[in-house]
């Protein structure tokens, strides 16, 4: 085990972008035959949340509204991919002000064909609220703290062979909270390598094999927990607009807890698996997944995590577009001795049907509803939200940039 101390995120949100930036424009330089683009959007949005907080007990409502800006801008050409993005929301509350936030990102994404290897290269950084980031782990949403996370992973894939592609991947995380001692949210780095190979037994069937190393880390706590993973899946294309991927395996896991004694280690053992569906209509999309992992916490530790995901979208006219995303969590804690205890045990589910009407090619009016429930194994009662937006979208008419990227070509 490390006893090496995380390194503290100090970037800041225009620092990164100004980096990000010089290094796409002196890429962008040294290449010739390039397709420049850039990709503009807004929305503007009203809503109205019974209980803003997802509390157990004393709800509030609140009216709201916010606003979002952003882009992405970058440069392709046959053996070059690189591209930024950035993000400014601004959100404002009725009877609850103490949630008023403003959060912006900034990403970074390069990659480079040199023969048989692809380099890689993302990186961004996020300045959020715990209101919205910790839905997926901790569900710590009831009090407006700002967060910090820095994501940079670079990558190299090789060819070994018409058939087999064999991956390379470093990803470094690294959150930290303001003012959070008394929730409590403790910062953590994480830290995963993985290795993958993917063979393709014919046009249609690729088998895959990857395996992983993960450590986390959490200074504030004392704790630590390393893992070691190794999956077998295979993805599978039903037909030239969908395809399927699934996944199993197992993990094993130390996690270093704290105890007046000193410290103590606790191993355990656990399955892993992914499985998904992505179907693309004349105008619509489909995709279903479920996965189980390990996902790093702000309470000190990782999560035992169970997830499901929906998401679809089709039109019922020229103009109307109906839709619907969905996801579920069901986390354990690893070990309930640990910081977080039983009282990281929770079951999430959101759900969020919407109707969309397009005014011009560029502007979109959207109703949806928000459904989000929440239950504690520490608490008696459930939370339950209900919550409607009414949303304009701006994004300038464009074709998908996925289509011509590095990024998606195996």
Request: hydrophobic content about 35%; overall charge negative; charged content about 25%.
């Amino acid at each position: 085990m490390t006893d090496m101390m995380p390194h503290k995120t100090t970037i800041s949100v225009t620092g990164l972008s100004a980096v990000s930036t010089l290094a796409l424009l002196i890429a962008c330089g040294r290449v010739g035959a390039a397709q420049w683009y850039v990709e503009p959007r807004a929305s503007l949005e009203t809503f109205y949340d019974d209980n803003v907080r997802l509390a157990e007990r004393h709800q509030e409502s609140t009216f709201g509204a916010s606003i979002d800006a952003g882009f992405m801008a970058g440069k392709r050409t046959e053996i070059t991919d690189l591209a930024i993005g950035m993000k400014l929301s601004s959100s404002r509350y009725t009877e609850t002000s103490d949630l008023d936030r403003t959060d912006g990102s900034v990403s970074f994404a390069g990659g480079y064909q040199l023969g048989r290897s692809r380099l890689g290269l993302d990186a961004g950084f996020d300045y959020d609220s715990t209101l919205t980031s910790e839905q997926a782990t901790s569900g710590l949403v009831q009090t407006n703290k700002r967060r910090k996370r820095l994501v940079v992973t670079p990558s190299w894939k090789y060819e070994l062979s018409p058939r087999s592609i064999v991956e390379v991947a470093f990803d470094h995380e690294d959150v930290t909270y303001e003012d959070a001692e008394s929730i409590p949210l403790y910062d953590y780095t994480f830290d995963t390598l993985s290795l993958k190979d993917t063979y393709a037994l014919d046009e249609r069937t690729k088998l895959i094999g990857r395996f992983g190393y993960a450590n986390y880390q959490s200074d504030q706590v004392s704790g630590e927990t390393e893992s070691l993973s190794a999956e077998l899946g295979a993805n599978y294309l039903l037909s030239e607009t969908s395809s399927v991927t699934a996944f199993a395996g197992l993990r094993h896991s130390r996690e270093k807890v704290p105890s007046v004694a000193g410290s103590r280690y606790n191993d355990s053992d656990g399955p892993l698996f992914e499985i998904s569906y992505r179907k693309r209509f004349e105008r619509g999309t489909l995709s279903l997944g479920a996965e189980r992992s390990l996902l790093p916490s702000s309470d000190g530790g990782l999560l035992d995590t169970t997830g499901l995901s929906l998401a679809f979208q089709t039109p019922l006219s020229e103009r109307w577009d109906v839709g619907v995303d969905a996801r579920a969590y069901r986390n354990r804690n690893l070990d309930a001795s640990s910081p977080g205890g039983s009282g990281d045990d929770r079951d999430y589910l959101e759900l969020s049907p919407t109707i969309k009407r397009r005014l011009t090619e560029a502007l979109s009016l959207d109703v949806s509803y928000h459904y989000r429930w929440q239950s504690r194994d520490s608490e008696a009662d459930d939370a339950i939200s209900n919550a409607v937006f009414l949303t304009l979208t701006y994004v300038p008419p464009r074709e998908s940039v996925e289509r011509w990227s590095l990024f998606d070509k195996e």
